[in-house]
């Protein structure tokens, strides 16, 4: 009897399920996720805990799904990156017969079945164009079938909702009357003075101040800025949104090469102004601050790329020279903002 088709969130967490437990446990062991790590608590707080209680099934089944992807995208960023390269030119759209023979190049090249099975469940979750291919090479082929989801109730104090003894329930019932009780007892509020006609009509006529400059298309969202990134930037420059090629300056020292403090790289502007950008640094490797940049293939980047959640200030004397490599569409701003 054939399986009930799975979504793209139930790929993903049979892939992790299918993927050897020393693998998971290997990448997850890999993560700083300490308390200072700049990590949503919905993604570090899950990894914490498969960190501590070793329980990939429970982790696989039962965590948020953001933190299930997460760690996924870490175990396929390697695989991914060498099927891109076998690819070549057809790495956008490839055929299944194409795809197929890059999997068996890299598992002749020593990538393992684990490598395989998180590339194909992370494509899928990702919904890379190739899904269907990844999905058809899932189910044909015997050693990347994926097992079943689980019946596993959800052992998290987040989700499992707490028991409450009746004797307590019955006091915090009683104390909740007892408050009732004290403020219909209490001395109504007096009535605030009505405005004069004349007030009325001359707070109407105030104007409001509004800020001079481009009004944000609609359906865009608008960066929210610090007071000092405020002053120094607009969040409606016509630059917002746009991939550019800068000089990013190191976030330390290099200690083999000291000397170079910076390096150009493309960066998104978040913000702008006549003397500078603000800019998320887009890099080719992973990290807890960064998320995959999701249209690096649109804008001709030629390996897989990652966006940093820290925005950096960058000097410059002429905007006009500065290197553009393509807008963000607003699907895509809003998916980063």
């Known amino acids: 009897m054939p399986s009930t088709p799975s979504s793209p969130a139930q790929y993903v967490r049979r892939g992790l399920l299918k993927i050897s437990d020393a693998a998971v446990l290997e990448a997850v062991d890999a993560l700083d996720l ?13 990894l914490r805990s498969l960190q501590q209680r070793r329980d990939v099934t ?34 956008e759209t490839p055929s299944y017969e194409q795809l197929a023979a890059a999997v068996d190049q890299l598992l002749a090249n020593g990538s393992t079945n684990d490598d395989m099975v998180a590339l194909l469940t992370f494509a899928i979750g990702e919904d890379f164009p190739a899904g269907p291919h990844c999905r058809r090479l899932l189910e044909e082929r015997a050693e990347f079938a994926l097992p079943e989801l689980p019946d596993v109730a959800p052992s998290s104090s ?51 101040p509004v800020r001079s400059g481009p009004v944000t298309a609609p359906g865009r ?5 610090t007071p000092g990134e405020f002053e120094r930037f607009s969040p409606e420059h016509p630059f917002v949104g746009t991939v550019v090629l800068v000089e990013v300056p190191f976030d330390s020292v290099d200690p083999i090469v000291p000397e170079q403090r910076a390096k150009a790289r493309p960066a998104l502007v978040v913000a702008a102004s006549d003397t500078g950008v ?60």
């Open 158 to 208: 987040l989700v499992a909702p707490k028991e409450v003894d009746a004797e307590v329930r019955e006091q915090r019932r009683a104390r909740r009357e007892e408050e009732k009780k004290k403020r219909a007892k209490a001395p109504a509020r007096p009535v605030r003075p009505a405005k004069s006609k004349g007030e009325k009509k001359a707070a109407a006529t105030t104007p409001t």
């Open 221 to 225: 969202r608008r960066a929210i800025l």
């Open 278 to 337: 603000l800019v998320r640094g887009i890099y080719s490797n992973p990290a807890t601050t960064r998320v995959l940049f999701q249209p690096w293939r649109r804008l001709g980047l030629d390996h897989v790329s990652y966006i940093d959640g820290d925005r950096i200030a960058v000097a410059l004397d002429n905007l006009d020279e500065i290197g553009r490599l393509g807008r963000l569409v607003d699907e895509e701003w809003n998916g980063l903002v």
């Open 58 to 91: 429970t982790f696989a089944s039962t965590a948020p799904i953001a933190a299930v992807k997460g760690l996924l995208e870490l175990l396929a960023m390697e695989p991914l990156e060498k099927v891109i390269e076998a690819l070549g030119d057809h790495s």
């Open 34 to 46: 300490r308390a200072n790590a700049r990590i949503s608590a919905v993604v570090g707080m899950p």
